[in-house]
């Protein structure tokens, strides 16, 4: 069953951003961008390197008007912990929810009931709320965020530019293709 123009459900989690906890709902994310980024546990391996990678690529991101939020399923005091102790986690600034009892991984369907842990799974998320994009990896497989602010590029410009569509390792400035019209031409 696809997620894509899901609605993301009412929700209030704690997060940690910026040597504070802070209160984030549903409403936070209406009227701009975001990319959800879900990954297992703080204190793994594989997570830190995603996120920094984030992190690395956040301005980017603000430039875009997207914001960032990356979701497990620990508290906001371990969020906090981490961060502490982490030079790696000091390098995140944008606001890292808490989703102890997977309300938001349920909601997006990424919740291991098991062990109530999150798949890697990153939503880019529309300002009407609605999921426009999304992928789920294995557990021991890091994403690239080069590919998902790509990934919400494109779908900013085909918000904006409906009769045109984004192909394949599409980049700002590089050309589209119409449906209809460019169909014909390979047929």
Request: aromatic residues 12%; negative net charge; glycine residues 8%.
């Amino acid at each position: 069953m696809s997620l894509i123009q899901k609605e993301v459900g009412d929700f209030s989690v704690q997060a940690f951003q910026n040597d504070a906890f802070k209160t984030v709902t549903r409403a936070d994310i209406l009227g701009k961008w975001s990319v959800f980024f879900f990954y297992p546990a703080d204190f793994t391996f594989v997570c830190p390197t995603e996120l920094e990678d984030l992190a690395d690529k956040y301005d980017d991101f603000k430039k875009l008007g997207c914001e960032v939020y990356s979701i497990s399923c620990d508290t906001h005091f371990v969020h906090k912990a981490w961060h502490d102790i982490s030079k790696t986690i000091q390098k995140i600034h944008y606001p890292m929810l808490a989703d102890p009892t997977g309300v938001l991984a349920r909601d997006f369907g990424v919740l291991i009931e098991a062990t109530g842990l999150a798949e890697r799974g990153d939503f880019i998320i529309n300002p009407d709320g609605k999921i426009v994009a999304y992928e789920v990896t294995a557990s021991n497989v890091g994403r690239n965020a080069e590919e998902i602010l790509r990934r919400v590029q494109a779908s900013q410009f085909v918000a904006k530019n409906g009769d045109q569509v984004c192909p394949a390792k599409w980049k700002p400035g590089a050309g589209t293709l119409k449906p209809g019209l460019d169909l014909v031409g390979r047929l």
